[in-house]
C-alpha cells in the first residue's frame, strides 16, 4: 500500500507546471476581464461605484476608476498572451491588495486565491505555453 501511495505521488509531481501556469493565467485573467467589461460599459455607474461604495482614499473617483478599468483590460491581454506577464501581474496585485484592504475585506479567500495565482506567475513566470517563453528561448538561448 505504501508504495502504490507513493508511485502516485512521484506519478503527481511529474504532472507539468507549465500546464498549471497557463490555467492559472486563463483564470485570473478572465476575473479581471470581466471586471474591465464592466465598467466600460457604463462609465456612470463606474464612477458612482467608486464615489459611492468604494471609497478609494486619495483619488478623486474618476481617476480611480480609469486605473482600474485600463488595468482590468490590459493585463489580462498579456497574461493570457504570456507577454511581459510577470510586469502584469504587478497591477492586478496593487488592485487585489486595494480591493481586499479598503473595499471588500471579508472577501479575502477570494483575493487570496487571485494573490496566489499572481505571485505564482510573478516568482515562476509564464510557463512554456507563452510568447515570454518562446523570447527566451530564442533570444536569450534559454531552454527552461
Avoid at 104 to 118: E, G, I, K, R, V
Wanted: proline letters at 6%.
Amino acid at each position: 500500500m505504501i508504495t502504490r501511495i507513493a508511485a502516485l505521488l512521484a506519478l503527481l509531481e511529474r504532472f507539468p507546471l507549465f500546464i498549471i501556469q497557463f490555467m492559472l493565467r486563463l483564470s485570473v485573467g478572465v476575473v479581471f476581464w470581466k471586471s474591465g467589461q464592466v465598467k466600460a460599459a457604463s462609465w456612470s455607474s463606474t464612477v458612482a461605484l467608486f464615489r459611492d461604495e468604494y471609497h478609494v482614499p486619495l483619488l478623486p473617483p474618476e481617476i480611480a476608476a480609469r486605473m482600474a478599468e485600463t488595468v482590468e483590460l490590459t493585463c489580462p491581454i498579456l497574461l493570457w498572451l504570456g507577454i511581459a506577464s510577470r510586469l502584469a501581474t504587478l497591477p492586478m496585485l496593487g488592485m487585489t491588495a486595494v480591493i481586499q484592504l479598503l473595499v471588500y475585506p471579508n472577501a479575502w479567500p477570494q483575493h487570496l486565491f487571485w494573490a496566489s495565482a499572481l505571485l505564482l506567475i510573478l516568482t515562476k513566470g509564464p510557463g512554456a505555453i507563452s510568447v515570454d517563453y518562446w523570447l527566451a528561448r530564442v533570444f536569450l538561448k534559454t531552454g527552461r
